[in-house]
């Protein structure tokens, strides 16, 4: 549960304590990592001291449910000359590190990240007549947060977040979001790390269809070209009721079928509804069987695979000259995913997993015939994956969110990958690696033009190429959702 109080400095000062934040005796009273985020916030903002704030009132290191501590609401007057509208400006405090005692983010030094080594902005179009900050932002930066620690996936820029659901629980057409650099909010050295502000930018759905088949990038720079969808400092109005595609027509076919066709897809994964069979595999035979069937148990995957499969995920959220899957002993190389408290579990890794099934037990299997399982949203994706992925030389994983289980098809050009041109579909653990050469994929394109039609679709739907030993089938959610149903 959540309170509204002034705040803009540390609760524990007392109310209307911030116009002291500038004293060093001051100062000296609250965590040093919160003093870095609320100077930043003072730069910007020097005549609101003390800013509305929502507050968990039972805190994440004391069992409570929100990992933000804070969230800070601040009234900007925008830019007229930019055309910039005046809007609520929304900051986040807990994703970095505010303490530097690991009661809540593991302390690894002052030169890497703090903590997650983020916080959210959120810029909300001001309503006419309006006095106050909604509050329901801060409850949807509680909904990214708590997905952060509880996975410990990283954002970045140009990373998008599927919600399906009105931001504001209302009926509008904002409905998903994208991620970028706060336009005024700099980067903040705290003595526990870096700290750099992530804007969340509310989008329709087609304009997040739009980013999944092209790039975030790429939809943040027109929504800054259109004024009413987010102009310069990507303002969010939940009130917008058309996309930007309808605003301008032009922008579909001259900016992102152009992008798509040249940049291909920046998207290399999602948590899917998903599973696979090995259908190669006589049925009676279950004491090594690695494939996952709905309604089983899957066997867990050790550490060294689940971070290969991170990294899977995670490097292909770049824009790689080198299309590459790390080998099975990669080590973590990104900065903003170092080991931490050990009572967290990574997105792709299970609690004790490494000992249920050391790596080194676990042998590559090459299968003969595969048999994949989609749900709709899920197989939807299938055209993004094979165009504008594997056709630019790229890969692309589905992980599923109800288990272990893991598919990642990758092109000829994908350097690492266990799955070849003579044994194009491999195993290790519930990994499933599908190689498909360039000639097969213009093939499925031209056998799944369908799935681009959603609206026209009956479940359950079937494709199947028998040469290839391959089948695809899109089921009903009920299928995933009660595995024995």
């Keep these: 549960m959540e309170g509204v109080r002034p705040g803009g400095g540390p609760p524990a000062t007392g109310p209307g304590s911030g116009s002291g934040a500038g004293s060093g005796s001051f100062s000296s009273l609250f965590p040093p990592g919160l003093h870095g985020i609320y100077g930043e916030c003072r730069r910007l903002y020097p005549d609101q001291p003390n800013p509305l704030q929502v ?12 990992p933000l501590d804070y969230v800070s609401m601040y009234r900007n007057l925008g830019n007229p000359a930019l055309n910039v509208p005046e ?4 900051v986040s405090f807990g994703l970095s590190d505010l303490y530097g005692d690991n009661r809540v983010h593991e302390f690894t030094g002052t030169e890497g990240p703090s903590g997650f080594g983020f916080e959210l902005t959120f810029r909300l179009k001001r309503e006419t007549g309006e006095s106050a900050p909604p509050t329901w932002p801060a409850e949807l930066m509680q909904g990214l947060a708590r997905y952060v620690f509880q996975s410990e996936n990283t954002f970045c ?18 409905q998903h979001m994208l991620l970028t650099e706060d336009p005024q909010m700099q980067p903040v050295q705290t003595p526990f790390g870096v700290v750099t502000f992530l804007q969340i930018v509310g989008v329709c759905t087609e304009e997040l269809h739009a980013a999944q088949q092209w790039n975030g990038q790429g939809i943040l720079e027109l929504l800054r070209t259109v004024p009413v969808a987010g102009g310069p400092w990507l303002i969010t109005d939940m009130r917008r009721g058309e996309t930007i595609f309808e605003i301008d027509p032009h922008l579909q076919q001259e900016r992102v079928d152009k992008g798509i066709e040249t940049d291909g897809s920046n998207l290399s994964g999602v948590s899917a509804k998903c599973a696979w069979d090995d259908l190669s595999r006589p049925p009676e035979d279950d004491e090594d069987s690695r494939s996952i069937c709905i309604g089983t148990q899957p066997r867990r995957l050790s550490g060294k695979d689940t971070e290969q499969i991170r990294e899977t995920l995670r490097r292909g959220l770049e824009i790689n000259s080198k299309p590459v899957l790390p080998p099975i002993n990669a080590q973590r190389q990104n900065g903003l995913n170092l080991d931490r408290t050990p009572s967290r579990k990574d997105s792709l890794e299970s609690e004790s997993s490494a000992a249920i099934i050391p790596h080194e037990l676990i042998r590559t299997r090459q299968l003969e015939s595969v048999h994949l399982k989609f749900n709709q949203e899920s197989g ?7 165009r504008g992925r594997l056709l630019h030389g790229r890969h692309f994983t589905y992980k599923s969110i109800t288990g272990d289980t893991a598919i990642t098809f990758v092109s000829t050009g994908v350097e690492g990958a266990f799955a070849t041109e003579e044994h194009p579909y ?4 519930p990994w499933l690696q599908i190689l498909l050469t360039e000639e097969f994929v213009e093939r499925m394109l031209e056998d799944l033009e369908d799935l681009n039609s959603p609206e026209e679709f009956k479940l359950p739907k079937e494709y199947s190429w028998p040469e290839k030993k391959l089948k695809v089938s899109i089921l009903p959610d009920a299928v995933f959702d009660n595995p024995l149903h």
Aim: net charge negative; with cysteine.
């Design 426 to 429: 491999a195993a290790h653990g």
């Design 55 to 66: 507050t968990a009132i039972l805190k994440y290191w004391l069992g409570g449910p929100d």
């Design 87 to 90: 809007h609520w400006h929304y």
């Design 380 to 386: 939807a994706l299938i055209p993004l994956c094979l």
């Design 157 to 174: 820029s140009g990373d998008h977040v599927s919600w399906h659901s009105p931001l504001d629980n209302s009926e509008s057409r904002i």
